[in-house]
């Protein structure tokens, strides 16, 4: 399967940008779509943007105009650039990544990965 590792989190100021990465590793035969994910204390996870193998996105209304998701197939890693950040942005943001890779005997088999998370925090 896939192993994710999110980079670039940190400390700003409300109306500052940071972009996040993150890079995708292992034995798999593809990676169909992958997303940022997120989860702030007291609530549940849930998604900021996703974007396919062609380029196709999708995004939460609360980050559309602010935030952009971008891929590098070649690379297998996708980012996040998040401008004019708000205190509510302030999250764990976490990276994930469905594809399929080659299971028991050769089997093409779907997986869907998440990474560790990388936290955003957003001042005031």
């Known amino acids: 399967q896939a192993q994710l590792v999110e980079s670039g989190g940190g400390l700003v100021q409300a109306g500052g940008s940071l972009r996040l990465s993150c890079a995708a590793s292992g034995r798999f035969l593809s990676i169909n779509t992958m997303g940022w994910y997120r989860q702030a204390p007291g609530k549940q996870r849930e998604l900021v943007a996703t974007?396919?193998?062609?380029?196709?996105?999708d995004y939460t209304d609360s980050v559309k105009g602010r935030f952009t998701i971008s891929r590098d197939n070649a690379k297998n890693a996708i980012h996040l650039q998040m401008n004019s950040l708000k205190p509510e942005d302030t999250a764990v943001y976490y990276c994930?990544?469905?594809?399929?890779?080659?299971?028991?005997?050769?089997?093409?088999?779907?997986?869907?990965?998440w990474g560790q998370g990388t936290q955003v925090t957003v001042s005031s």
């Open positions: 994930n990544a469905d594809g399929f890779y080659s299971g028991g005997y050769g089997v093409r088999t779907l997986f869907n990965s």
């Open positions: 974007i396919t193998s062609r380029g196709s996105t």
